[in-house]
T-cell receptor, first 109, second 113 residues
Framework: GEDVEQSLFLSVREGDSSVINCTYT??????LYWYKQEPGAGLQLLTY?????DMKQDQRLTVLLNKKDKHLSLRIADTQTGDSAIYFC?????????FGTGTRLQVFP | NAGVTQTPKFQVLKTGQSMTLQCAQD?????MYWYRQDPGMGLRLIYY???????DKGEVPNGYNVSRLNKREFSLRLESAAPSQTSVYFC????????????FGSGTRLTVV
């Protein structure tokens, strides 16, 4: 089936780490993505991970992939107010991307 | 760099009216997509075009038609708008179908009253 699930909200204090989780159901996905959507804007590709990797780090972002549990996470270190946005995970299946429902991250001082 | 450009940004329609949402990309991408975004439901694929001259249905195609006018442009048409089509519509493009990141436009907010 094609179903990507995320929790809807996450609230963190500025300077703390944020962890956004995602579960997917189709093990044949070859790439998994994280997108960021700021208010009134389209989605912007943040990072992606190939399915044969279990971790990818890019500056403050760390992506962890557990293929056995079909679980993907995005960790943002030292979260800033500018990180407040909606974060979508997406899996690639054949010829299209399937998006999760999005997690709204709120950063408070 | 314009990327993906959508017009209009906002639109209000009466039930039964028709309209076309326009999308153009300047990245020489082969594939283009139309999504709608509704609260709590993420993005759902309406139609996509793998390459110039081809179009295919996505997850929620009913009530919509598309035209891949040329490599750059991919339009979405609502023939007879319904309140259930109130949504934010996003166009996206990618180099090819499949395992490539998408570039998104900034969206069209459509309200049908």
């Amino acid at each position: 089936g094609e179903d990507v699930e995320q929790s809807l909200f996450l609230s963190v204090r500025e300077g703390d780490s944020s962890v956004i989780n995602c579960t997917y159901t189709d093990s044949s996905s070859t790439y998994l993505y994280w997108y960021k959507q700021e208010p009134g804007a389209g989605l912007q590709l943040l990072t992606y991970i190939f399915s044969n990797m279990d971790m990818k780090q890019d500056q403050r972002l760390t992506v962890l992939l557990n293929k056995k549990d079909k679980h993907l996470s995005l960790r943002i270190a030292d979260t800033q107010t500018g990180d407040s946005a909606i974060y979508f995970c997406a899996e690639s299946l054949a010829d299209k991307l399937i998006f999760g429902t999005g997690t709204r991250l709120q950063v408070f001082p | 760099n314009a990327g993906v450009t959508q017009t209009p940004k906002f639109q209000v329609l009466k039930t039964g009216q028709s309209m076309t949402l326009q999308c153009a990309q300047d990245m020489n991408h082969n594939s283009m997509y139309w999504y709608r975004q509704d609260p709590g439901m993420g993005l759902r694929l309406i139609y996509y075009s793998a390459s110039e001259g081809t179009t295919d249905k996505g997850e929620v195609p009913n009530g919509y038609n598309v035209s891949r006018l040329n490599k750059r442009e991919f339009s979405l048409r609502l023939e007879s708008a319904a309140p259930s089509q109130t949504s934010v519509y996003f166009c996206a493009s990618s180099e090819q179908l499949g395992n490539y990141g998408y570039t998104f436009g900034s969206g069209t907010r459509l309200t049908v009253v």
